[in-house]
């Protein structure tokens, strides 16, 4: 009996832990949410997860100077805190890309990605003595 009243009062304490507070806003008009489902709050400064429970609980807030946004990855949409765009690229324009997230070599000797704003943004060069070459549709910095 005392083992039990000491097992529950300890969970008791364990359950009272206060949670970090945060500023941001839960996903709105959605009561109940899938389990393990991940998206951004409803303001895009943090990502949530859906608890066991079907509530959205805080995985983090986002760091400064970015906002999350949902990014398609492997066939569905992907929460990530991603730089805070100032505007979109030109669609068809030089330097514009149709789906971030992408990578594509950037000349011969170096690989870019298409960023959240539909732009083109440099990832890196090439080590010398290498190239850029596509391996299953993929870019790679492959040896001459």
């Known amino acids: 009996m005392k083992y039990s009243i000491a097992a529950i009062a300890a969970f008791a304490a364990a359950s009272a832990v206060a949670t970090p507070a945060f500023s941001g806003s839960t996903k709105r008009g959605v009561e109940q949410c899938v389990f393990g489902t991940y998206?951004?709050?409803?303001?895009?400064?943090?990502?949530?997860?859906?608890?066991?429970?079907?509530?959205?609980?805080?995985?983090?807030?986002?760091?400064?100077?970015?906002?999350c946004e949902d990014l398609p990855q492997n066939g569905s949409d992907l929460p990530f805190c991603t730089n805070t765009a100032t505007k979109k690229a030109k669609r068809g324009g030089y330097g514009w890309c149709p789906t971030p997230g992408q990578y594509s070599c950037d000349g011969y000797n170096a690989i870019q990605v298409c960023n959240t704003t539909n732009g083109l943004e440099k990832v890196g060069d090439c080590p010398s003595n290498s190239h850029c070459a596509y391996i299953g549709e993929i870019p790679y910095c492959v040896n001459n």
Do not use: F, M
């Open 39 to 67: 998206a951004c709050t409803t303001d895009g400064t943090g990502i949530q997860i859906c608890d066991i429970a079907g509530q959205w609980e805080l995985v983090g807030p986002c760091p400064d100077g970015t906002s």
